[in-house]
């Protein structure tokens, strides 16, 4: 069970990011402005914020598996569609779809995880399930590049699987090769699923959805909005730099999508998957408010040199804004929980339903791109990244990580 939690991880990130190595693709396939390729991701992570605290709900209701089967089941009715009918209005819908069922997944698995891989182990399995999250975020992209490299490669056809995906796939429209890929990946999950017999989860008080009374108890504290915003414009700032990476290499330095580009995202996802091992570290040495003040003025760096340096310096740099920010989440929600002393199930939903800024902030950048010019869409990063950098001088929570210094003090 621990490890089909895991590969539910694996199968959620490589999904979700997908959407940045596309976005010229999109551009170029549909004949759209930056804005309206925006709308795609749009459309993902609105239905991913929207329904993190209702999914929470239907978990209480139905259980692990059957949400986990039914969800599952939605995305396999948007990723089939889209790959059957690849226009820009069946994407929206699509995405929707896709997007709400990966919420409603990692709500149902994560006190799954608790309960079948033992509550003593639960922090490791934890860390271990984002590993595995950041590693599919890294091999997503790539697998993307070789699927598009070995399609156009006269030789390709000798590939038993490119020559599957040549006969499903317009010639115009390779990269929706990956949804056909997806839809293997999720009646897979769909059979497992089916077959496997879950233990029953008896949910904590962290984990429970909480009623309409603590939901309006929360939201009429200042902190709570604070910290839903903060939320918002950060993984803003990390789907609104993943998203724009291809299309502004590709735009400013002439890099191709389907190889530097999808490489680059890789590397940025990759990074910020490893960042957090460093984070690890150095919250165990200097106070959470501090590292974040140091992560925050890294990524503001990264992204300065990486809109106004050449080509092979922003190739280094996209991946650098994906270190610093590596630990900016589990800092913000952190931070977020210890200031309220009360209803954190519920607090934490409503943190969830931040991810929304993942559909908000790309679609931005592209309206300024439209009227002013990407480098300049893409600067609306700075409000964004300084939100996050100025949590670090106004967060007061109630209790302060552990560090070396201060487990010596006590």
């Known amino acids: 069970m621990v490890v089909l939690v895991f590969v539910t ?37 609105i239905a991913y914020g929207v329904l993190s605290i209702p999914a929470g709900f239907l978990v209480e209701w139905w259980g692990e598996k059957r949400v986990m089967l039914v969800f599952f089941a939605v995305a396999l009715a948007g990723d089939f569609s889209f790959a059957m009918f690849p226009v820009y209005r069946v994407a929206m819908v699509s995405l929707f779809l896709i997007g709400g069922s990966m919420a409603a997944l990692q709500v149902a698995i994560n006190p799954l995880l608790r ?75 769909l059979l497992v699923l089916r077959v496997s017999r879950f233990p029953e989860v008896r949910r904590t008080s962290e984990e429970q959805a909480g009623t309409v009374a603590m939901y309006r108890f929360l939201l009429k504290k200042p902190a709570v909005l604070l910290f839903f915003v903060s939320v918002f414009l950060y993984v803003g700032s990390e789907q609104g730099t993943a998203d724009w990476i291809s ?25 910020l998957t490893a960042g957090c091992g460093l984070g690890l570290v150095l919250l165990k040495l200097f106070d959470s408010r501090k590292v974040l003040l140091g992560f925050s003025i890294g990524a503001l760096a990264s992204l300065t040199t990486a809109l106004f340096g050449s080509g092979a310096t922003a190739k280094l740099a996209f991946p650098l804004i994906g270190l610093f920010a590596s630990v900016m989440w ?35 950048i592209g309206r300024l791109g ?41």
């Not at 999109?26 to 804005?35: E, G, N, P, Q, T």
């Not at 190889?259 to 940025?268: D, E, L, P, Q, R």
């Not at 519920?346 to 800024?357: E, H, R, Y």
């Not at 996050?388 to 967060?395: I, R, Y």
Request: charged share 10%.
């Open 115 to 189: 309960v079948a891989g033992g509550e003593q182990h639960f922090a490791f399995n934890s860390a271990l399930a984002q590993l595995i999250f950041g590693s599919a975020s890294f091999v997503s992209p790539q697998i993307y590049s070789r699927i598009i490299q070995d399609f156009n490669d006269p030789s390709g056809g000798r590939n038993f699987v490119v020559h599957i995906l040549q006969r499903l796939v317009p010639a115009t429209l390779p990269w929706v090769s990956m949804y056909w890929i997806f839809t293997v990946v999720i009646l897979l999950m």
């Open 9 to 45: 991880f694996f199968v959620i990130s490589l999904l979700t990011n997908i959407l940045g190595p596309i976005v010229p693709d999109i551009i170029r396939s549909f004949h759209v402005s930056l804005m309206a390729a925006a709308v795609l991701p749009f459309c993902f992570f």
């Open 247 to 271: 299309q502004f290499l590709a735009q400013y330095h002439g890099y191709d999508p389907h190889t530097t580009g999808a490489t680059v995202i890789a590397w940025f996802w990759g990074l």
């Open 330 to 364: 589990p800092i913000i929600v952190s931070l977020g929980l210890n200031s309220v002393a009360e209803y954190h199930g519920p607090f934490s939903g409503i943190l969830c339903a931040g991810i929304m800024g993942g559909a908000v902030v790309p679609l931005i």
């Open 370 to 410: 439209d009227s002013f010019g990407l480098r300049a869409g893409m600067m609306f990063l700075y409000f964004s990244f300084g939100w996050v950098l100025c949590v670090s001088f106004w967060a007061e929570p109630l209790i302060v990580n552990e560090t070396i210094g201060n487990k010596r003090q006590q």
